[in-house]
């Protein structure tokens, strides 16, 4: 079965600290990949999303996450962590075939302290 | 910035009752999108729309669900005679494949309306 793992439900980091929010895919083929950020009380925002060429992509607000195929893994970072970085984060995968649909991990709650 | 913008942003019904939840998708959009998020769950896809029809259903999306695009800028979820496990955050989504070169769309959500069914 297709599925995304995000396999931790919170994360905390220093204000000033990297950070990385982990999420790994279960799909076949070759799917496009997606992060996404909730804030409280408001919707799904787009992060970034990795279709094809460097593994590393570069998304809104500072944030990159890198692709590793042979690890299935899809981790978000970025270098400096801000307090208003504190949110719900959500890794989604768009299979590649025959579907627009997208499946996405539980989601994890990142908490960045000052 | 173009944004999905749902209404009511919270709706409480009673169990058995029918309630249509609505979105105005981004205006160059193409495809629209239904997703669910219970309590403490992960978002789940419900239905994908394009071109006045259906493209894609889940297992969830039931003959208890319909959709429809009653006009150039609504796309409305009906929810008919709701359950107690029908609560839920419901997020509408909309994109356009060929605005990212036809290889990929990327799904931008509105805030959601959360349900709630007593």
């Known amino acids: 079965a297709q599925s995304v793992a995000q396999p931790e439900d919170q994360v905390n980091v220093a204000e000033g600290n990297p950070l990385t929010v982990k999420c790994t895919y279960s799909v076949s083929g070759n799917p496009y990949l997606f992060w996404y950020v909730q804030y409280p009380n408001r919707g799904l925002q787009f992060l970034l999303k990795y279709i094809t060429g460097d593994n590393l992509v570069k998304g809104s607000y500072g944030f990159e996450a890198e692709f590793n195929k042979s690890q299935t893994s899809f981790h978000l970072k970025k270098p400096s962590a801000l307090v208003s970085d504190s949110a719900l984060y959500f890794c989604?995968?768009?299979?590649?075939?025959?579907?627009?649909?997208?499946?996405f991990g539980t989601g994890t709650r990142l908490k960045v302290l000052a | 910035e173009p944004e999905v913008t749902q209404t009511p942003s919270h709706q409480v019904t009673q169990m058995g009752q029918e309630v249509i939840l609505r979105c105005v998708p981004i205006s160059n959009h193409l495809y629209f999108y239904w997703y669910r998020q219970i309590l403490g769950q992960k978002v789940e896809f419900l239905v994908s729309?394009?071109?006045?029809?259906?493209?894609?259903k889940s297992e969830i999306f039931d003959d208890q669900f319909s959709v429809e695009r009653p006009d150039g800028s609504n796309f409305t979820l009906k929810i008919r005679s709701t359950k107690l496990e029908d609560s839920a955050m419901y997020f509408c989504a909309s994109s356009n494949p060929a605005l990212s070169g036809g290889r990929t769309d990327t799904q931008y959500f509105g805030p959601g309306t959360r349900l709630t069914v007593l």
């Open positions: 989604a995968v768009r299979p590649f075939s025959g579907t627009y649909k997208y499946i």
């Open positions: 729309f394009y071109n006045n029809e259906i493209s894609e």
